[in-house]
């Protein structure tokens, strides 16, 4: 299953975004624009759209992010995400993949 969804980013059995979950939340700063395109593609729904929105902080919003829709959506989910953080936070992504 090499073509399997969330197996490129793979770390010790971790997918990418739950291995580096702790540095995604303090770091990411450009969460509406994620969660924009989180639901243009599907990948969470508009009610968990407006619960992480509704939140003060980013980091209180990735927290929300993570521990809702990312548990629920799986590798794929996840693969998307890390695709849409690539686009939109890529110094961040590739420092933590040590690039």
Do not use: W
């Amino acid at each position: 299953m090499a073509g399997a969804p969330g197996k490129k980013n793979m770390i010790k059995d971790k997918h990418f975004v739950d291995h580096h979950r702790t540095a995604l939340i303090d770091r990411v700063s450009q969460v509406e624009p994620l969660l924009d395109r989180l639901l243009e593609r599907g990948t969470i729904t508009q009610n968990a759209y407006s619960e992480v929105r509704a939140n003060r902080t980013n980091q209180k919003k990735m927290r929300e992010l993570f521990d809702g829709p990312l548990k629920a959506c799986g590798a794929k989910g996840k693969d998307i995400f890390l695709d849409i953080l690539m686009d939109l936070e890529a110094f961040l992504i590739n420092d933590l993949k040590g690039e």
